[in-house]
């Protein structure tokens, strides 16, 4: 069993910045994919980013702009916003699965979740 908390969402300006947190409990949180998601009301879990011991994946709006990390010994994995964008409020959720990275690219795949965090972008 994986339990799964985010933190650190907000409201922020156009062009500013945060870093979501996601602590995760569990015993194969090393071994794990982990990715996060965000959804806006009406529409589709969508990828933004996923991480593991193979590399790390993001969507195309979002590459350069954030960056995924991963701290196995705190159990933790961070996403760090920058250059925020009023297209980029939604709620975020973290997720995990057991899955390689190569084959965990939607929602579908993933077995655990967080309980989102919002993230508000005014321009």
């Known amino acids: 069993q994986v339990q799964l908390v985010e933190s650190g969402g907000g409201w922020v300006q156009a062009g500013g910045s945060l870093r979501l947190s996601c602590a995760a409990s569990?015993?194969?949180?090393?071994?794990?994919?982990m990715g996060w998601f965000r959804q806006t009301p009406g529409k589709e879990r969508e990828f933004v980013a996923r991480?593991?011991?193979?590399?790390?994946y993001y969507t195309d709006s979002v590459k350069g702009r954030f960056t995924i990390s991963k701290d196995n010994a705190k159990k933790t994995v961070y996403l760090q916003m920058s250059n925020l964008k009023p297209e980029d409020t939604a709620v975020y959720y973290c997720?995990?699965?057991?899955?390689?990275?190569?084959?965990?690219?939607?929602?579908?795949?993933?077995?655990?979740w967080g309980q989102g965090t919002q993230v508000t972008v005014s321009s």
């Open positions: 569990g015993r194969t949180f090393s071994t794990d994919t």
């Open positions: 991480i593991s011991w193979g590399g790390t």
């Open positions: 997720a995990s699965t057991s899955l390689p990275i190569t084959l965990a690219d939607r929602p579908q795949k993933y077995t655990y």
